[in-house]
């Protein structure tokens, strides 16, 4: 049972580049969410799915895409990275009806 | 949205002493979490307490939902408490937890 896995774990873009973040949950969980965490601040969030086949936006969702095609995977898309991207982004999931939320060990994102 | 304000937003300590984190929100809840980010990142769930006092060890929490706060009581503290520390809330009506903006936790030697 390997809970939420992340990958890259770090990554450097540059600028109009894209790439894809990749989230992995083998716990069942229904409930997945992409959130950022800027230097300093709290965790925002960007998007969310309630179930395979949907997905919803949440604060921050501008600049981001995401797909949730089975239960386990939830990866965000960014197209034509921007320095205001530079974040590190955490995927967690948590199964419906249960409170507790479960956290990958994030992605580093820089775009230069 | 709702608003979670956290106090104070840092805090330094010398091994051994005694702390009280805060978290105050603005709206009815029905989903409240501390969670612990270490030094390199990871974050950990402490406690889901939406109400009610819970202890973990030399960690306690307690929620009064009537009046919007939460506390983390942090005894006895060691190095290892070092990080910085999330208050998480869910509205009554929503479906995302909206986090606090932390409290910078250093505990020297």
């Known amino acids: 049972n390997a809970g939420v896995t992340q990958t890259p774990k770090f990554r450097i873009l540059k600028i109009g580049q894209s790439m894809t973040l990749q989230c992995t949950q083998d716990m069942n969980h229904n409930y997945m969410y992409w959130y950022r965490q800027d230097p300093g601040m709290g965790l925002k969030l960007i998007y969310y799915?309630?179930?395979?086949?949907?997905?919803d936006k949440g604060e921050v969702p501008n600049g981001y895409n995401v797909s949730r095609s089975t239960t386990e995977d939830f990866p965000l898309r960014l197209e034509l990275a921007a320095p205001s991207q530079t974040s590190v982004y955490f995927c967690a999931s948590r199964l419906q009806g249960a409170e507790g939320y479960t956290f990958g060990s994030g992605t580093r994102l820089t775009v230069v | 949205g709702i608003q979670v304000e956290q106090s104070p937003p840092d805090l330094i300590l010398q091994e051994g002493a005694n702390s009280t984190l805060r978290c105050n929100f603005s709206?009815?809840?029905?989903?409240l979490q501390w969670f612990h980010q270490n030094p390199w990142g990871q974050l950990i769930n402490l406690f889901y307490?939406?109400?009610g006092t819970k202890q973990n060890g030399r960690l306690s929490a307690t929620t009064v939902a009537t009046e919007r706060y939460s506390l983390l009581y942090i005894s006895s503290s060691q190095t290892t408490d070092s990080g910085v520390y999330f208050c998480a809330v869910k509205e009554t009506s929503g479906s995302r937890l909206t986090f606090g903006e932390g409290t910078q936790l250093t505990v020297n030697p």
């Open positions: 709206d009815s809840v029905n989903n």
């Open positions: 799915s309630v179930g395979a086949g949907i997905t």
């Open positions: 307490i939406p109400s």
